[in-house]
């Protein structure tokens, strides 16, 4: 038998293995591990469709993501799509404060929890909406860090009870907005974040006639790890260090205004992923909130700020994109933290705040796109036989890879790129043609190919193997921006949970990297959630002549919406709600199209109507000059005109 009989009969054999290897739909939630990182509101069905439901206990009302994308498509709203699930967001707020509430009971704690939502996570309408409506038991209230965020608070909150809290650099206009939030009875609180606030608020305050509650945000020297680390810490942008925070009770004293000093505010950064760090930061807080008891302020709150993070990729450990502690321990941490501080000076207990965004909106958005097109990086078959008078280099790489086997599978990969880089070289000096170089390039992919596959039987594979891997797997074109939906996987290298959302009964025999359709070589997804962190590639199915193949990114409801931008001119995506009923039947309760690329062109100042004034002179000159008749004008304007209503995407 001749070594490339061998090949391909071991070629017929793992092919045959592959389809003999049964599948499941359990197999595919644990390679794409789901439960890991679904807070229970996603999971796989039995048919292999990804399914959501409203509430991780509700898996009764759980309605297939598919079937959602085909009534999408009926409706003519074309991929990408971001899916928004209204109930998710009701789930998380009861969540978070029912765990409060019960951590508090148990701890024996006496004081209380109010949540408010930092607008600036999310800050689309029907997100406030839903913390207003669904927040209402709990008396979830909102975090304004600007006038525009304060109005719109302001317009849309009726509950007096729910803090609405003001962070933020304050002008004039911002102070007296928020004094007159106080002065309608909102449980307004206006945090001085620098020094030069204070006698501004006072000011304004008396001319206005309110009576302020005031919070003050600390520097903590406790200095939290991870992408945000400066927001806390010495160096952090905004807060008063203890010196300014001493001079600042001195003018309230001075004032007659101690008593409206009642809370005190810190904000670590998003995403703390290490629960000490949590603790360490709540038990300096508690210094500084005991110290201004002692100074006579009438404290009343504790106000954390945010950091609560999500575990995107799984894993329950200090990763950036994780995080080591449950939500039960973040509660049952910060009330211990607080009571053990100040149960020992006989201090009452705080009203505790926390500016839980992410935690409460990341996995209430869904971006959902089409698979447009893939490259392979699969050699062509080698001709059945060399070249006459071809380059010794290229018989040396063909003997190499004939020669390839179990026990020399290092030695064949360190040849064939030696031969490779050598043909390359002599390319360059003009002595290899371009066919051969072609075919030089050609065997290489094979030899790597192969030796993946051998690699495959072996038990200890050389370290180089993944990196063939890697190089190995495929490319997925994909109906998306990542710019515009996911700016922070591009900025900051943030884990997204990426998986189809079909065929999960199917085995994925691909491995891939995503791109986008901006022509940027960034626009890219390179890191997938695994068990040890990342990897480099996702495995992914062939793709089917005409069927769709549909890929998630999930957990993207925590400031992707806005963050993103318009590089290559891709606008927003279409935005599709859907609430879930009790009866398993869901509705569509909102839907936004997405911009067309006239709205594009218009946010970068041109005038789409002066735009088609001019393209319609130019099909005119044309016309004159015998480039194309009056009718192809007619067509011509009809084509241009099209693009300029149409979406921004690929369209089919
Ligand atoms: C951004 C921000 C938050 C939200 O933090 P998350 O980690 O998303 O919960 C809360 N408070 C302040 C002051 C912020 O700037």
Redesign the pocket.
């Known amino acids: 038998m001749g070594a490339d009989y061998i090949v391909i009969f071991a070629k017929v054999v793992s092919n045959l293995s592959d389809l003999l290897e049964s599948w499941s739909v359990e197999r595919s939630s644990e390679l794409y591990r789901v439960a890991e990182w679904s807070g229970g509101y996603f999971r796989v069905s039995e048919k292999g469709d990804m399914l959501v439901q409203p509430s991780p206990s509700a898996s009764d009302r759980a309605v297939s993501i598919p079937a959602i994308v085909e009534g999408l498509k009926e409706r003519g709203l074309d991929m990408p799509v971001l899916l928004r699930i209204e109930n998710i967001l009701d789930a998380q707020i009861s969540q978070l404060n029912e765990t409060f509430i019960a951590a508090m009971k148990n701890l024996g704690y006496r004081g209380s929890f109010l949540g408010?939502y930092?607008i600036?996570?999310n800050q689309q309408k029907q997100v406030i909406d839903a913390m207003v409506h669904y927040g209402g038991p709990y008396h979830h209230g909102l975090?304004a860090?600007s006038k525009a965020e304060l109005i719109a608070a302001m317009g849309m909150m009726i509950d007096k009870e729910a803090p609405l809290?003001c962070?933020?650099y304050k002008d004039e206009e911002f102070v007296d907005l928020a004094l007159t939030a106080v002065k309608l009875g909102f449980r307004c609180i206006l945090?001085v974040e620098m020094p030069s606030e204070l006698p501004l608020i006072i000011e304004r305050s008396r001319a206005l006639g309110a009576t302020p509650v005031l919070g003050v945000?600390i520097k903590l020297a406790s200095q939290a790890g991870g992408h945000?680390a400066e927001?806390g810490g010495e160096r952090s942008i905004?807060g008063l260090n203890t010196t300014q925070l001493i001079d600042a009770v001195d003018l309230l004293v001075e004032e007659g205004l101690l008593h409206c000093l009642q809370m005190v505010?810190y904000?670590l950064?998003?995403?703390?992923s290490n629960i000490r760090e949590i603790r360490t930061a709540v038990n300096e807080a508690c210094r500084v909130y005991a110290g201004l008891v002692k100074e006579g302020a009438a404290m009343k709150y504790l106000d954390l700020?945010?950091?609560?993070?999500v575990d995107y990729d799984g894993s329950q450990s200090n990763f950036l994109s994780s995080r080591n502690y449950s939500l039960n321990e973040y509660c049952t941490d910060i009330c211990e933290a607080v009571m053990t501080t100040l149960d020992e000076q006989g201090i009452d207990h705080p009203i505790i705040i926390?500016?839980?965004?992410?935690?409460?909106?990341a996995y209430y958005s869904v971006l959902l796109f089409n698979v447009l097109d893939r490259t392979v990086f699969e050699p062509d078959p080698l001709p059945a036989e060399m070249p006459k008078d071809c380059h010794p280099q290229l018989t040396n790489m063909l003997e190499s890879l004939n020669g390839l086997s179990i026990r020399n599978i290092q030695e064949t990969l360190n040849d064939t790129i030696y031969y490779r880089d050598e043909v390359r070289q002599l390319f360059n000096h003009g002595k290899i043609t371009l066919r051969e170089r072609s075919l030089a390039e050609n065997i290489f992919w094979t030899t790597l190919n192969r030796i993946l596959q051998t690699a495959k039987q072996l038990k200890n594979a050389p370290a180089e193997i993944s990196e063939i891997e890697r190089l190995l797997s495929d490319i997925y074109y994909c109906n998306f921006s990542l710019f515009q939906s996911l700016p922070d996987s591009w900025a900051i290298d943030q884990l997204f949970p990426v998986m189809p959302i079909h065929r999960l009964n199917e085995k994925p025999t691909r491995n891939a990297i995503i791109a986008d359709i901006t022509c940027d070589c960034d626009g890219k997804i390179d890191s997938f959630v695994d068990r040890f962190g990342s990897k480099r590639f996702l495995p992914l199915h062939e793709l089917k002549e005409l069927e769709e193949y549909y890929l998630g990114v999930f957990l993207v409801g925590?400031?992707q919406e806005t963050l993103g931008d318009l590089h290559n001119l891709l606008g927003d995506t279409n935005v599709v709600t859907v609430s879930l009923h009790e009866d398993g039947k869901y509705d569509f309760s909102g839907e936004l199209e997405g911009d067309t690329v006239a709205d594009i062109l218009s946010y970068v100042e041109y005038d789409p109507k002066r735009l088609l004034m001019k393209f319609r002179k130019t099909a005119e000159m044309a016309v004159k000059e015998g480039l194309i008749s009056p009718l192809e004008r007619k067509t011509v304007m009809q084509v241009y005109e099209a693009g300029l209503r149409g979406y921004t995407y690929f369209e089919r």
């Open positions: 408010a930092p600036k996570v975090e860090g809290v962070n933020g945090v945000r945000w927001s905004f505010h904000h950064g998003s995403q703390i700020g945010g950091g609560l993070a926390t500016e839980t965004g992410r935690a409460l909106v925590a400031y």
